[in-house]
């Protein structure tokens, strides 16, 4: 270190010579030199090394930040105001402005964005999903009224408003739009610019870009380039590190903790930095210094994978290299004031170098990209979109060249390890989706073949055959195989918007890549063959996913081919012939004719050659054949086939070739599901899987069922299946004279593998025959076919509109058609506070369910087909699914129809239903038989469809009736399908089928009719049929009526029989019922004294405290111990019965959030501050249990623990060491029990009640013999020395009373009371403290204060409206109070109790009390009230009764009260004085206003409104009332009065009299005014009331306002928009990855990231649970913002997800932001969560949720 200091500058000899230096006069000098590029690089020689990178920084960041200001500074002015001043030839700032004026600014907006910033893309109007807006130019367009879909920017695209080729309307925002005053666009901006800037702008912007390339494309590290070294050169280097994706945060913060021994802290620092920055330096000093460090961390990083980068390098090196990226930036603000600018720059950056070819300065940057750090590609790239692509003149030469160097550029992103983002060739989105850019690189660079030629190049495995063979698909491989296919992205792009006029060098060129395009699929073309396994299973799974992957991203490419094909006759003629020529070459391979087989069956013969699935190879890859496909149905759909057939190669089809890859694939399909091919392994399963999956059917399952259908449209129809029958290897059971008699096979899996496989080709024959949906195949448009798809899929169930999303295929711009359709076949249903929208099937569109839909997978298929038969049954019709009516066929595939009425295929339906009529054996399932009839149904169809459409007779060619009446062929005699379909029509085995089997004879018949009745008018045949339909419907129902008799019959017998059981059960055992009745009886009485008064005890107003209060009857309390089931009565005496609880700290109430926590050692919270910043809540699940049973399962909780500890060191859902277990019945979460404790006894009204004043006297007198007695204890040596003080009669000092409770009950008691005292202090358990009985009070109190102001926000009435778990809670937690400090010495009572009377009765004995207006009246009223009881338990006289006192302390807590609320009042707001007179109320409040005025004098107000004090004290007294009144009613168990169970008016009054207050409450302050007014004198004039008044602290006003969570706003993208602004607090100014927002107090934090990491009681942990210990204590609730979810975290450990409170317009919400579609906030779900915090319920539902999913276990909250 001391080294590097002496080669700095004194800094006193640096600073003068910067004051001395004047800008405009280096200039000038500039101005005059001759070279000036010389004089420039002497400058910068000179001053770069002494400015920038001075050794190491310093240890603090804010000295590392003061140092970059520094450097900032000392940038602008030494080195690049010169250069402003020469450019500007005057003041920069003003010439800078001046540029400004004359600019005309572009219509492009280019706003880049940053990382996580909303964008925005029109789903109507964009010309691809690349196109989008930021938030303004959104927010002024027309699309925001469109279908939108809202993203997060990854950062480094931009803002596409302006550009007219991107957007199909609406190009322009508001802000955006070109005025029509605006010069031609084509006029050269460098021409408004005057020519001697001109000329020094060329000459400056090539000296500085020069000067910046080449110092970012320097690779000495020692050297600098000539002329730029410095004039004296220190030993001084930077050992620098650099980053890598290969290492993990966790390896370089190790190594560099070892390397530089750095701490922890700096490690993590450094580690981020060149995350961020891609470099950073870890050590200053002499070269062997930093050479040792260097060895250090590439010894320590190279053992798994390569080592860290590491570099030496000279300071000034560094230095120059820094100046270069400023530079930049600097070139990057200067063209921003000017396009003249802007273009010269572009020209400098383009101009050639004298190397020739790649030399200019832009094109030496993109081939040098992969050798440079992050933080200078950053710079660079940001510079090049601001620069060239800002320009489109300049956009045009750079795409040319970005063309031409594009397979360079590739070959060094594959190598790099870099994400694309930090990539040149991530600018690829920016050139390639413009499409006339795409068009004309595609016509001058044949950019299609280079991009398809790059992509197979990198493509190198391959096998014998020339197809591609990937090996093992590791992690190294698949982040290889990501970066390649980075490229098909690529072609994407240049393909995504298909030409409207094509020139002819256009078709040449796109041919041309077509070729190259059917090349690489002539490498997939049968790739990973399979063979079927026998005997043993598969050793090692085959590699197949990288097969799948590349499918994948090849589906939208293959799919585009065929759009841009299908817009030009002439390319699509090319296209189909080379397509055509590339297949016969796969097919060469093929065994053709090597042994030809011939087949026959049913009188025809057909020949093909020997091939079995089960034995040979086969490919599911077939992307050659499947283009054709494609291609083949585009010439229907186009209708060339029948325009141009001579110049089709029709004829060179060979129809059997064509289908049999396809079919190969189909059946292999068909043996997979028959469990052909088990022992394959789940590769071949997750092929299949995939292959039928809708990522992937519309190029591979779909395309192979339209090959069929070419195939068989061009084939006999007998043929085709007869090949199909050979394929599916079922041909011998069919071919066989006898076929209708049943195979026999004696092996049983092969019946059943036959059965299936048959069941398998006949929903083939209805796919090939029936799936029409397709343009071109039927006569159809793209709108039925998604119409199709959504019915089908609305069959099954509703639905979400995110299911059904995901259901459809997606086209190249992410869109799958279902928003133009779905409003015509499904009505929505809104959602409610849970669940999503869903979508509902209207019912007209049921009868186009089509049961064998050919996108159904089996799962799907029995689930539409249940829902469908049970829908019918509701609707009250036939449980038949018939075929529905197809639509017709285009005249390309028009023979398909002929496969129905073939003869092989009548062949198989005879045998199917003659195996049907006689069902022994089980060659034989219904799927055949229902797909058969479905088979015939569709042909019935058929003809109908053609006798309907005809002019005539004769030109139906179609007569399936016909053939099905005719009898079987000659040697088995047995009946015609229609005649074995009657015989099957009533068979009993069959009932499921009737309905289907008497449609189709109605339809039979329906057709005779009309054949004979076709020469006659048709209304004759509608009628006709109808009446034959009407017969058939009236017998049906006559049967279904006498079926439903006979079940209500039956039905009813069985009931009575149960009935008769029952009472000889019950007979049987009389004296247990008798029993349980008498019990019941009991318990309904009990739940009378529970339910509300009858009239004649309200007659007697009911009070809860004081002597006349009414206690609760003195009735038995029997509970049931969950665990043991065994019941008990409460007693004080006996067993101790326990209520499962959880305790928490709470914060919910609090009025300060910026208060500290307490410390706890040495907190003492006797006194409540009225802001209630920090409380203990308590709750229960009310669940009863023996404590002798809860702490056996405890201890066994424990035990398991244990144990599982040392197998599995996670966490549970709970914390076992914190006490914590869940409710054995319900699985709540609790941590401690809460004793069940008898009723108080009744009050003895025979003793007399004194008064105030007298109790006062008298208690003041016991106080002050306590007071004495703990003095001679304290001392006893100077006994006798004070007269002793007069003691009450009957008071007691030295007497003990007998603790009211049986050991087991006070264990209890103890052991509630730690629970309170740990977890509110957060301290280790210690019985002796002094502090126990305050804080189980406390809880008490506070939880009673919450769940009032639940109540009162909620509108719910006081009493009755509670869930009895809460009820049940608040008794127990009370009773449990005013018995809790029997526990406790009771010295410490009585000195708390003297200590809290004190701050109501000023005692001098007592040292500093708190003012009035730093207590919380209602905790004092309960701790003083509590705390009593140990006072009076002393006074052995029997002349007082505790309640008088109770009464007592409620009359001065309330007067305190009342004064408190005077004090604070604000009645700014005057209001409208009501009547002169004003009542009594009025008069004594203002009477007691004037008495505080007197005492306070100007720090209160003058306020002449009596109205408003007493509208303000009636206000703001009403929630302590509220609480009071709970607290007695549970302490006492007095029956609330009436009015207190419903809401509504009289709650004032009712309050009052059941607390027993006078209604106007300041009559206690009037009734007893000599009494309190020295005492209101001594309480305004504590020191601390005038100074809080006069602004020194915190003055809670009242009524308290209850707490909510924060307002979002309506829409999400305005948070996305905060989120994108918010950096990270402590890593300047960089992008916070996660931004996090506290519903609770509404900060944003830098979530799950090092930089933000702090220390929690000795562990690091993550900015949001650092935050929930000051905001929550301990508890939070955030949104992820970029996420869109809601956070809930309790402690370190603990925490879960949960639904946002935002959804979209379909009511779903949308984790992630993965759908995009607009967000708005629905006020229920939010008030859901606000609720779920106000009840405290947080943690409970964290609870649940980590029990229900154990994945939520594992995650680090901490972390967060």
């Not at 010169?82 to 005057?90: I, Q």
């Not at 383009?350 to 040098?368: I, Y």
């Not at 059997?656 to 028959?674: D, G, S």
């Amino acid at each position: 270190m001391a080294a590097a200091e002496s080669d700095r500058d004194p800094p006193s000899a640096l600073c003068s010579e910067f004051l001395n230096f004047s800008a405009k006069d280096t200039a000038s000098q500039w101005m005059a030199a001759a070279d000036l590029q010389q004089e420039v690089h002497r400058h910068l020689a000179l001053y770069v090394p002494r400015i920038l990178c001075l050794g190491p920084s310093g240890c603090s960041s804010r000295e590392e930040q003061r140092e970059e200001q520094r450097e900032e500074l000392a940038c602008q002015l030494l080195l690049l105001a010169p250069l402003e001043w020469l450019l500007l030839g005057e003041e920069p700032a003003a010439g800078l402005a001046l540029l400004q004026e004359n600019n005309q600014p572009s219509p492009l907006c280019g706003h880049v964005f940053k990382v996580g910033e909303p964008t925005y893309s029109c789903r109507e109007c964009a010309a691809d999903p690349t196109c989008v807006l930021c938030m303004q130019c959104f927010l002024g367009s027309v699309h925001k009224d469109h279908r939108y879909r809202m993203t997060t920017s990854g950062g480094g695209g931009f803002c596409d408003c302006g550009d007219a080729e991107a957007w199909k309307k609406g190009p322009y925002c508001q802000k955006h739009t070109p005025t029509p005053n605006n010069r031609d666009t084509e006029e050269d901006p460098v021409a408004q610019l005057p020519a001697d800037m001109v000329a020094r702008s060329y000459n400056i912007f090539s000296i500085i870009l020069k000067y910046a390339v080449d110092m970012l494309t320097w690779d000495q590290e020692d050297q600098l380039p000539a002329g730029l070294e410095p004039p004296e050169r220190g030993d001084t280097y930077y050992c620098m590190l650099f980053n890598d994706e290969v290492h993990t945060y966790e390896q370089v913060i190790y190594t560099l903790q070892k390397a530089v021994n750095c701490s922890q802290k700096e490690a993590v620092s450094f580690a981020t930095t060149v995350d961020r920055d891609g470099r950073k330096s870890v050590r200053y000093g002499d070269f062997q210094f930093c050479e040792q460090a260097k060895s250090v961390i590439v010894r320590n990083t190279s053992r798994q994978s390569k080592p860290l980068r590491v570099q030496v390098m000279h300071s000034s090196v560094v230095a120059h290299q820094c100046f270069a990226l400023k530079a930049l930036s600097w070139l990057g603000q200067i063209i921003q004031y000017s396009d003249g600018l802007r273009r010269i720059l572009c020209q400098v950056g383009l101009q050639e170098g004298p190397e020739g070819e790649n030399s200019s300065l832009v094109d030496r940057l993109m081939l040098n990209d992969s050798k440079m750090w992050k933080g200078a590609r950053n710079i660079y790239h940001q510079l090049l979109m601001n620069s060239l692509l800002m320009d489109l003149k300049y956009k045009k030469i750079f795409a040319i060249q970005f063309a031409k160097s594009y397979e360079r550029l590739q070959n060094d992103y594959v190598k790099d390890d870099h994400d694309r983002e930090f990539s040149i060739t991530d600018l690829s989105v920016q050139i390639f989706t413009v499409p006339s850019l795409a068009r004309m690189l595609m016509v001058e660079e044949n950019l299609m073949t280079t991009i398809i030629r790059t992509f197979v190049d990198h493509l190198r495995h391959r096998d014998l055959q020339g197809r591609f063979q990937f090996d093992r698909y590791t992690a190294q491989q698949a982040f290889k195989f990501g970066r390649v296919q980075s490229l098909i992205g690529d072609l994407k792009y240049v393909l995504i918007s298909r030409p409207c006029e094509w020139s002819d060098e256009l078709r040449e060129k796109f041919l041309e890549g077509l070729d190259s395009f059917l090349e690489l699929l002539k490498c997939m073309q049968g790739m990973d063959p399979v063979v079927r396994q026998v005997g043993q299973h598969i050793e090692m799974e085959p590699e197949w996913e990288a097969a799948f992957t590349l499918q994948m991203k090849l589906t939208h490419i293959i799919s585009m081919i065929q759009e841009w094909c299908s817009t030009d006759e002439r390319v699509l003629i090319d296209a189909y012939r080379r397509c055509l020529s590339a297949l016969s070459h796969c097919h060469s391979g093929l065994p053709d004719g090597e042994q030809p087989i011939s087949l026959s069956l049913a009188g025809h013969c057909v020949e093909t050659f020997r091939y079995q699935v089960s034995q040979d190879k086969v490919s599911i890859h077939l992307p050659v054949c499947r283009l054709l496909a494609g291609l083949h149905v585009l010439l229907s759909r186009t209708e060339v086939a029948s325009r141009f057939p001579e110049q089709l190669p029709l004829g060179e089809l060979s129809p059997p070739l064509l289908i049999e890859l396809p079919l190969r694939c189909l059946v292999l399909c068909a043996q997979v599901h028959a469990g052909m091919w088990r022992r394959n392994g789940f590769s071949l399963i997750n092929q299949i899987y995939y292959y039928h999956n809708v990522k992937c059917r519309v190029e591979m399952f779909d395309k192979d069922i339209i090959m069929l259908q070419a195939g068989a449209s061009m084939m006999d129809p007998n043929h085709f299946l007869m090949i199909v029958l050979s394929r599916f290897e079922l041909f011998h059971i069919f071919s066989s004279a006898d076929c209708r008699k049943r195979y026999r096979e004696a092996n049983k899996d092969v019946v059943q593998q036959n059965n299936t496989l048959i069941e398998e080709m006949l929903h083939l024959i209805i796919m090939v025959v029936g799936e029409r949906y397709v343009a071109g195949v039927g006569q159809v448009e793209p709108f039925d076919e998604v119409r199709r798809e959504i019915i089908h899929q609305l069959s099954i169930r509703p639905m979400a509109h995110s299911e059904l999303v995901k259901a459809l295929p997606e086209n190249g711009n992410k869109e799958t058609g279902l928003e133009r359709v779905i409003d015509s076949v499904a009505s929505f249903k809104k959602p409610g506070v849970t669940g999503r929208g869903l979508y509902e099937l209207r019912p007209e569109w049921n009868k186009h369910f089509n049961l064998y839909f050919h996108h159904y997978s089996r799962a799907d298929q029995s689930k539409a087909e249940e829902a469908q038969r049970k829908l019918r049954r509701q609707n009250g019709e036939d449980t038949a699914l018939p075929p529905p009516v197809p639509p017709p066929l285009c005249p390309l595939f028009g023979s398909l129809v002929n496969l129905l009425q073939c003869d092989v295929l009548l062949a198989v339906e005879g045998a199917v239903l003659q195996w049907a009529v006689e069902p022994s054996g089980g060659g034989w399932t219904e799927s055949m038989l229902q797909r058969v009839l479905h088979l015939v149904g569709m042909a019935l169809l058929e003809e109908q469809q053609q006798l309907e459409n005809s002019s005539g007779y004769d030109d139906v060619t179609f007569n399936y009736t016909c053939k099905i009446t005719r009898p079987g062929e000659a040697p088995s005699t047995s009946g015609s399908v229609l005649a074995l379909l009657e015989s099957l029509q009533n068979a009993p085995h069959l009932e499921v089928h009737k309905d289907m089997i008497t449609w189709i004879l109605k339809m039979v018949a329906n057709i005779k009719t009309i054949r004979e009745r076709s020469s006659s008018t048709s209304s004759v045949t509608i009628s006709q049929g109808q009446g034959l339909e009407e017969t058939v419907r009236d017998k049906d129902k006559a049967e279904r009526k006498r079926k439903a008799e006979m079940a209500r019959l039956r039905r009813e017998k069985i009931m009575a029989q149960m009935s008769e059981m029952q009472k000889h059960f019950i007979n049987e055992n009389k004296e247990l019922f008798q029993q349980s009745l008498e019990e019941l009886e009991a318990s309904t009485s009990a739940a009378a004294e529970h339910s509300p008064p009858s009239l004649e005890v309200s007659s007697v107003s009911q009070v809860c405290v004081g002597p006349r209060r009414l206690g609760g009857a003195e009735r038995r309390q029997l509970v049931t111990c969950i665990l043991c089931q065994e019941e008990q009565e409460v007693k004080g005496h006996g067993r101790a019965m326990v209520l499962a609880a959880f305790v928490q700290r709470s914060t919910v109430l609090s009025k300060n959030r910026r208060r500290a926590l307490p410390n706890a050692e040495c907190h003492d919270p006797l006194f409540m501050h009225p802001d209630l910043s920090l409380g203990i809540h308590t709750a229960s699940c009310g669940h009863i249990m023996h404590a002798t049973c809860w702490q056996r399962y405890f201890e066994a909780v424990q035990l398991k623990e244990q144990r599982r500890q040392q197998r599995l060191r996670g966490h549970t859902s709970y914390d076992v060491e914190n006490g914590e277990f869940l409710c054995p019945l319900c699985e709540c979460l609790s941590n401690t029990v809460i004793p069940l404790l008898p009723h108080t006894h009744s009050p003895d009204h025979s003793v007399d009640h004194p008064g105030l004043e007298l109790w006062l006297k008298t208690t003041n007198q016991q106080i002050a013999a306590l007071h004495s007695a703990h003095r001679t204890q304290s001392d006893d040596a100077a006994e006798g020395a004070e007269p002793p003080v007069p003691v009450p009669e009957g008071f007691r000092i030295d007497f003990t009373p007998l603790n009211p409770f049986s050991s087991s009950v006070s264990e209890m008691i103890t052991t509630f009371s730690m629970s309170t005292y740990k977890v509110g202090l957060k301290v280790n358990p210690n019985e002796q403290d002094q502090r126990v009985p305050v804080l189980s009070w406390s809880t008490c109190a506070y939880t009673i204060q919450a769940i009032e102001r639940l109540l009162m926000d909620e509108e719910k009435p006081l009493f009755g409206s509670l869930p009895c778990r809460q009820d049940d809670c608040l008794s127990s937690l009370t009773r449990f109070s005013s018995a809790c400090w029997t526990a406790a010495p009771l010295k410490t009572v009585h000195t708390q109790f003297i200590r809290l009377l004190a701050a109501l009765v000023p005692d001098p004995q007592v040292e500093n009390t708190p003012c009035i207006l730093d207590i919380d009246m209602f905790h004092l009223l309960v701790y003083s009230v509590l705390s009593y009881s140990s006072v009076h338990c002393l006074d052995q006289s029997r002349q007082s009764v505790v309640d008088s006192a109770h009464l007592h302390l409620l009359h001065l807590v309330t007067v305190a009260h009342l004064v408190q609320i005077l004090l604070t009042s604000t009645t700014e707001e005057v209001f409208m004085d009501q009547d002169s007179g004003g009542s009594e109320e009025e008069e004594f409040t203002c009477q007691l206003y004037d008495t505080l005025r007197k005492h306070l004098g100007s720090a209160l107000p003058e306020v002449n409104s009596g109205w408003q004090l007493w509208r303000c004290v009636k206000v703001g007294i009403l929630p302590f009332l509220r609480a009071a009144t709970l607290f007695f009613h549970y302490l006492n168990s007095t029956a609330p009065p009436a009015d207190l169970l419903v809401t509504g008016p009289g709650q004032w009054e009712a309050l009052c009299s059941y607390l027993g207050l006078p209604s106007n409450l300041l009559q206690l302050y009037q009734s007893q005014h000599t009494l309190l007014e020295p005492l209101i004198y001594r309480w305004c004039s504590h020191p601390g009331v005038r100074q809080t008044l006069q602004g020194a602290g915190v003055i809670v006003r009242f009524p308290r306002e209850s707490n909510r969570l924060i307002d979002l706003p309506e829409d999400y993208s305005v948070l996305i928009n905060q989120a994108s602004s918010f950096t990270c607090p402590r890593s300047g100014g960089d992008k916070s990855r996660a931004p996090t927002l506290c519903l609770v107090c509404g900060s944003m934090l830098c979530s799950q990231s090092y930089c933000c990491q702090t220390e929690v009681d000795g562990e690091d942990v993550g900015a949001c649970t650092a935050h929930t210990f000051t905001c929550g204590a301990g508890l939070g609730l955030f949104l992820r913002v970029r996420e869109s979810q809601v956070l809930f975290v309790a402690g370190k450990t603990k925490g879960c997800f949960y639904p946002p409170p935002y959804l979209d317009d379909y009511g779903e919400t949308d984790q992630g932001l993965k759908r995009g579609n607009p967000l708005h906030l629905c006020a229920d779900r939010y008030r859901k969560i606000e609720r779920l915090w106000r009840q405290h319920g947080i943690a409970e539902v964290i609870g649940h949720a980590q029990e229900a999913n154990q994945t939520l276990v594992a995650i680090d909250w901490q972390h967060l």
